[in-house]
């Protein structure tokens, strides 16, 4: 009659729901099933392509990058080298030659 899952635990069928929980009557267990079957997935890189980016990779930008408190643009093309993917509204470290330490954003490069 129904599709919960065995007791992880004792793996007793007789499993019934508590609100989110997943209750076992045999061993007493309780989880979240939720919890149990959702991998958290791991994040990945996109260029603005939809290339899959990796730590190492070279770059170009393809677009003008204005340098926050400076005049200086990064212009289109430059490329990038060595990236290193990182959390964050900016999820490409780098160090661009001639500017230094920065961080991009995928959706605005592509893999060289
Ligand atoms: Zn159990």
Redesign the pocket.
């Known amino acids: 009659m129904s599709t919960l899952p065995p007791?992880?635990?004792?793996?007793?069928e007789y499993?019934y729901e508590d609100g989110s929980q997943l209750v076992?009557?045999?061993?007493?267990?309780e989880w979240d099933p939720a919890q149990a079957a959702a991998e958290p997935a791991a994040k990945v890189w996109k260029d603005a392509h939809g290339n899959l980016l990796q730590d190492g990779d070279s770059v170009t930008l393809i677009k003008d990058l204005k340098i926050k408190g400076s005049s200086a643009v990064i212009k289109v093309g430059t490329k990038v080298k060595n990236i290193r993917l990182i959390d964050g509204d900016h999820d490409i470290d780098c160090k661009i030659d001639g500017f230094g330490p920065m961080q991009l954003k995928s959706e605005f490069i592509k893999k060289a």
């Open positions: 007791c992880p635990q004792c793996h007793a499993t076992c009557p045999s061993c007493g267990h």
